[in-house]
């Protein structure tokens, strides 16, 4: 099995895999197995703009771009089941007009005695507006979770692996400001990470997951099966 999250602000990554056979002679049915991992990104934001009063209300108006692949292969006398979600919020000053989320998932019950393959790609954009007030904080936050989970009822051999591999989302794509229906002519954002939240951050490698900082990493466990394990490096690369 494998969970890694990576979490850089203006981007979110998480990934799960997941593998197993109920070896020859393992005792009892009805194992059961899980993993999960997730990221999150907080940070404190202010738009100025001189074409609006101090306080009155403006709009950060933004895309996000999302793209992740769910995979699943299974024999019969297995259910699996797998998900992606993607969340954004704000407090602090701050309401949706439009709120980004996504949710994709998979489950498949047992069926005939033959295999099965079940393959999501996830590639979309989509905008949000929050509307703040001029000159004033705001907080800005984005969640993204992957799961899998597998049951086992089958004879000896058993085995499925799958997978949800979000490591190359979530990105944001850039922003401008608008006041009503007015696009505003001049203006500025500051975050207190640094991060350009008007240009989108530019291209650049992400250090292998043993290297990144883990938001949440999932636990495996398969009742009187063996384990198998592996460790699985990847490169991530965000924008």
Same mark, same amino acid.
């Given at each position: 099995?494998y969970? %890694?999250?990576?979490?850089?602000?203006?981007?979110? %990554?998480?990934g799960?895999?997941?593998?197993?056979?109920?070896?020859?002679?393992?005792?009892?049915?009805?194992? *059961?197995?899980?993993?999960? *991992?997730?990221?999150?990104w907080?940070?404190?934001?202010m738009?100025?703009?001189?074409?609006?009063?101090?306080?009155?209300?403006?709009?950060?108006?933004?895309?996000?771009?999302? @793209?992740?692949h769910?995979?699943a292969?299974?024999?019969s006398?297995v259910? $699996?089941?797998?998900?992606?979600?993607f969340?954004?919020?704000?407090?602090?000053?701050? /309401?949706?007009?439009?709120?980004?989320?996504?949710?994709?998932?998979?489950? &498949?019950?047992?069926?005939? =005695?033959?295999?099965?393959?079940?393959?999501? =790609?996830?590639?979309?954009?989509?905008?949000?507006? $929050?509307?703040? @007030?001029? %000159?004033?904080?705001?907080? $800005?936050?984005?969640? $993204?979770? #992957? @799961?899998?989970s597998?049951d086992?009822?089958?004879?000896?051999?058993?085995?499925?692996?799958?997978?949800?591999d979000?490591g190359? #989302?979530?990105?944001?794509?850039?922003?401008?400001?608008?006041?009503?229906?007015?696009?505003?002519?001049?203006?500025?954002? #500051?975050?207190e990470?640094?991060?350009?939240?008007? &240009?989108?951050?530019?291209?650049?490698?992400?250090?292998e997951?043993?290297?990144? /900082?883990?938001? *949440?990493?999932?636990?495996?466990?398969?009742?009187?099966l063996?384990?198998?394990?592996?460790?699985?490096?990847?490169?991530?690369?965000? &924008?």
């Amino acid at each position: 099995h494998y969970a %890694g999250a990576w979490t850089d602000y203006g981007s979110n %990554g998480a990934g799960v895999s997941m593998w197993a056979t109920k070896p020859s002679g393992a005792p009892g049915t009805g194992n *059961a197995g899980w993993i999960e *991992a997730s990221s999150k990104w907080t940070d404190l934001l202010m738009i100025s703009t001189p074409d609006a009063a101090e306080g009155a209300p403006v709009d950060l108006v933004f895309t996000i771009g999302l @793209h992740g692949h769910m995979e699943a292969n299974r024999t019969s006398y297995v259910s $699996l089941g797998g998900q992606a979600r993607f969340t954004m919020e704000g407090n602090h000053d701050g /309401t949706w007009i439009e709120q980004p989320s996504l949710l994709r998932q998979f489950w &498949a019950d047992t069926g005939g =005695d033959y295999a099965f393959h079940d393959e999501i =790609d996830i590639d979309e954009v989509q905008q949000g507006r $929050l509307r703040v @007030h001029n %000159g004033q904080v705001f907080n $800005l936050m984005a969640t $993204l979770s #992957t @799961h899998i989970s597998g049951d086992f009822w089958g004879p000896w051999d058993t085995s499925f692996n799958a997978e949800v591999d979000l490591g190359n #989302t979530v990105r944001w794509l850039g922003a401008d400001v608008w006041i009503g229906d007015t696009k505003a002519t001049s203006w500025r954002i #500051t975050s207190e990470s640094g991060y350009d939240y008007g &240009a989108g951050g530019p291209p650049r490698d992400i250090p292998e997951p043993t290297a990144l /900082t883990l938001a *949440a990493i999932g636990l495996f466990c398969l009742a009187g099966l063996r384990r198998r394990e592996r460790a699985q490096p990847r490169r991530l690369v965000a &924008a």
